[in-house]
């Protein structure tokens, strides 16, 4: 997912981030040092003894395992970067800190959400590192960028635990790379023809005009039309968009009976609340990506939410005990509630585990060829890679918006579940 | 198409009136103690986090918006007397880097302190809901946003233009050392510039805050817009300051209408026509230049 909270020029951004990334690389480096020093000791002792530590390294008994976080940790996606670690790490200490019998250590580089320093830190991160498993990142951009550097060094298996962007596996394609978050196609198309039998046969599509938000758009204007609906009218604004007076004027205007939006992060904070401060909630039905009402927009989006539905692959309050149980483990550990990103990290957590027990070592191509197919128990409900593409084939729910007795006002509710969504491959075949 | 014509032009005149707000702090700064005051934005965004916290913890919007703005206040208080003071006369480079690390690290507090999460300020039951003007609806809430920064701005100016204050504020930045030899603490009236740009920031934080995002992004955010203005406006010049919001608020809105990803070319377009006509600005003199 692209572009909570990011600022619609260059300059901005850039501002943004140059103020951020100084600020915060002092924070990464105070806090990477625990893993990589102990790294770089590794390697200082592994010459001193010589060609022994050497032979030892080959034979992998006593190597451990290292997993790279390439995420941000600081500036607009950092809450996201941070959830997912908090998911990662959770499955970590419930298997003791080992998987397979392996030490297993961690490595964080922040990728601060920029398409540069996704590069470098993916190729720090596999050459100095030498990393088994790549997590991350949390930007489509950054994952585009990254896929030449994973397919070169081919030495680690790369666990996409947030980035949806299709074109990943459209233009990737890469044997190493395991969805275990969801792509753009998911969160959008399956949505259509709910819509279309319980809501209304035409809507309005708005959408925040990058690339994750035209794709999905695109992708619902497609499957609402296969199923016999009409778009009316579509109306983008541009990402970091303050104020949603005029653009809600023209999804008026449009006269639709529904409205199919996608907006994340800060943008769908004030876009859902212009449309309730207009009153547009009283004339058409809000339908949108889950991105649009999820567990960190709706704190701030409140009561103007209310009534709306939304479609993603994780609900916090799915009232199965398997996600009981998460959120339960996930509360006791870090003292908040968990998230569709700390799920994601743990995901990428399990199939990482799932990789090396079922391949039996770290070598990146037995461990993708372990994985395609492969079942994971999730939070989310069992989903499994599908063998060509490596997308998770997995349930999709519609929530809708209710009033909650918990901590916060309003709460997704689960009110339909389409079952093992299965998208297009894009013309990407693995097998 | 009428209706979305005037609703366009309401939000650029509330828009403008609103960044009016910081961008007179920030023009005012500049004009009386020729300092660049980066940290003007945070100033905003602190303003919006309080009133946040107030409204929730004290349950009333009014109460955030009276206390939030004071409570900024303070803040630059401390900012102008323990870190810029032994700085004046100095190469006004030092101010730019002080007032931006200020900025980084009020950013990087609220972060610490808030979360990177947007949070946003319940309206007042009182000013929810649309007003039909016609065949036009538009928020209450707006409306109240525009009718206040309007008021607030029209205050300032017979302040500035009118009062005792207003012409010691005047001669300080024109003549610091004979406001200072004819007994006057110039000192006093730097902090009070000060900590009057502050709290009008800090209170348009509040207002807005409650008709979009609070996150930990909006005063860089701001600040940018609020640069372009004072620029158009003509360096320290407040009467620049009021028109120059005024005219990228409805250049923002109608922009909008037109071309929405071209918003911000038409901004610095304008900026940038405007520097070429008039190298100081609309109402730029060029000693404040």
Known sequence: ?????????????????????????????????????????????????????????????????????????????????????????????????EIDGQEVETVKRDTEADTNR???????LMVEEQADAIVGPVSSSVAIAMMQTIENEASAIWLNANAGDYRVVEEGCLNYHFRTSFNDWQTSAPLAEWVYDNVADNVCLAYADYAFGQNSKNFFQKAFEEVGGEVVDEVGAPLGTDDYSTYLSDIESSGADAVFSFFAGSDAVNYISDFADYGLDAEMTQVGSGFLLSEDTLPAQGEAALGMYSLLHYTPTQETD??????????????????????????????????????????????????????????RGSFWFNSETHEAIQNMYVREVVESDRDQPVENQVVETIDSVEGPNWGCNLE | MVETF?????????????????????????????????????????????????AV???????????????????????EVLSLRPLYGRNPLYHILLTFGFAIMIQGAIVQIWGGQARRIAQPDLLTGTLSIGSLNYPIYRLFVLVVSTVLIAAVWLAIDRSNLGILMRASAHDTEMVDALGINVS???TSVFVFGAVLAGLAGVLLGASRSVNPGMG??????????????????FRGAVYAG???????????????TLTDLFLFGLMAVVLMIKPNGLFGTTEAA
């Not at chain 1, 509630?337 to 399990?350: F, I, K, L, R």
């Open chain 2, 188 to 190: 006093k009236v730097f």
């Open chain 2, 57 to 79: 913890n004290l349950g009333s919007f009014w109460l955030a918006l009276v206390l939030a703005p004071l409570l900024v206040g303070l803040i630059g208080a401390a900012i």
């Open chain 2, 246 to 260: 005024l005219l990228i608020g409805l250049v923002t809105a109608y922009g909008a209408l037109i071309a929405p």
């Open chain 1, 322 to 379: 398997r996600n009981q149980e998460f959120i339960g483990n996930y509360r006791e550990a870090y003292d908040s509630s968990a998230n569709v990103y700390a799920c994601q990290g743990y995901d990428s957590a399990q199939a990482f585990a799932a990789a090396v027990a079922e391949a039996g070592s770290s070598d990146p191509d037995e461990m993708a060829n372990a994985l395609g197919g492969m079942e994971l128990d999730s939070p």
């Open chain 1, 1 to 97: 997912m692209i572009g909570i909270y990011i600022y619609d020029t260059i300059t901005r951004e850039g501002m943004v981030r140059r103020l951020m990334g100084e600020s915060s690389n002092r924070i990464a480096t105070d806090r990477a040092p625990q893993s990589s020093i102990s790294r770089r000791q590794y390697l200082a002792s592994g010459t001193a003894v010589g060609v022994g530590a050497a032979l030892g390294g080959c034979l992998g008994s006593d190597d451990g395992l290292t997993v790279g976080y390439a995420l941000p940790f600081t500036g607009t996606y950092a809450m996201l970067g941070e959830s997912i670690v908090n998911g990662f790490e959770l499955y970590l200490e419930q298997s003791d800190g």
């Open chain 2, 220 to 237: 860089m955010g701001i600040i940018i817009e609020a640069f372009v203005i004072v620029v158009i406006g003509g360096l320290g010049s």
């Open chain 1, 118 to 124: 996704g590069v470098d830190v993916t190729r720090e």
């Open chain 2, 6 to 54: 005037l609703r366009a032009t309401l939000l650029g005149v509330q828009l403008g009136m609103t960044l009016a707000l910081i961008a007179a702090g920030l023009t005012l700064i500049f004009g009386m103690l020729d300092v660049i005051n980066f940290a003007h934005g945070a100033l905003y965004m602190l303003g919006a986090y309080f009133g946040a916290v107030i």
